[in-house]
């Protein structure tokens, strides 16, 4: 009797270390696979470029200089929305994204 529960006792134990789903942590979260069609929506809406940004206004001071864009009142080195804040100075507001450079100025439309 001893022999036989010995025996069972090793082939669970190599059944177990056999198949790793038995082996697993029951406290961690299951990792779902990502679908096909969600991955590609994500991909092709990195691809779609943001709306662009409209200056609203500016307000000179020196280094503490500030913009209004979009509503949002930002300084140099800030980020609005997806751009960052590179300068603000009487010719507008200099910001980049992905490495691109953008001039955003106040225009007669945007003056009223």
Do not use: C, W
């Amino acid at each position: 009797m001893k022999r036989l529960l010995s025996l069972l006792y090793m082939t669970a134990a190599l059944a177990q270390a056999a198949d790793p789903r038995l082996l697993r942590d029951p406290f961690a979260r299951p990792v779902a696979p990502v679908p096909a069609a969600v991955a590609a929506a994500a991909a092709a809406a990195e691809m779609v470029p943001p709306a662009p940004l409209h200056l609203r206004a500016v307000i000179l001071h020196g280094t503490q200089s500030l913009a209004n864009i979009d509503g949002d009142i930002v300084a140099a080195g800030e980020q609005a929305r997806d751009y960052k804040v590179v300068r603000i100075d009487a010719r507008g507001v200099l910001v980049t994204r992905a490495g691109k450079e953008q001039l955003l100025t106040l225009t007669e439309k945007d003056k009223q």
